[in-house]
């Protein structure tokens, strides 16, 4: 399982990253990544930057019955969306490269069984 660190690897580092995972996986094993990935089109792009803007200010508000926390996001910049090039340590993929690497690295069943 890996939850939002595949992406601060760039696209080689991920392929090399999946091929080691498939090969340490036991028979019958799966591997289960939920993590960022860049939309491929500029409308895709704004809509992913309103989404994730959106997700922050709900859970802000569920958090602190304020807005604090998505201050503190917008402060810092934290949606990605919004210049997907301006952290250097932030590397999304496009969903369709990433599963083109499983597939290559031998998974088999590779899909997306949850997006938001």
Do not use: C
Not at 34 to 56: G, H, M, Q
Not at 75 to 95: T, V
């Amino acid at each position: 399982m890996s939850s939002l660190a595949i992406h601060h690897l760039d696209h080689e580092e991920k392929r090399r990253l999946f091929t080691y995972l498939r090969k340490a996986l036991r028979p019958g094993g799966l591997l289960v990544v939920a993590d960022i990935v860049l939309p491929t089109t500029d409308e895709a792009l704004r809509i992913a930057a309103e989404e994730w803007d959106a997700a922050v200010r709900d859970r802000s508000r569920e958090l602190r019955g304020d807005l604090s926390v998505f201050d503190k996001f917008q402060e810092l910049e934290w949606n990605l969306f919004l210049d997907p090039a301006g952290d250097p340590a932030e590397k999304p993929s496009s969903l369709f490269d990433q599963l083109h690497w499983f597939a290559e690295a031998g998974f088999r069943n590779v899909d997306v069984h949850w997006m938001r």
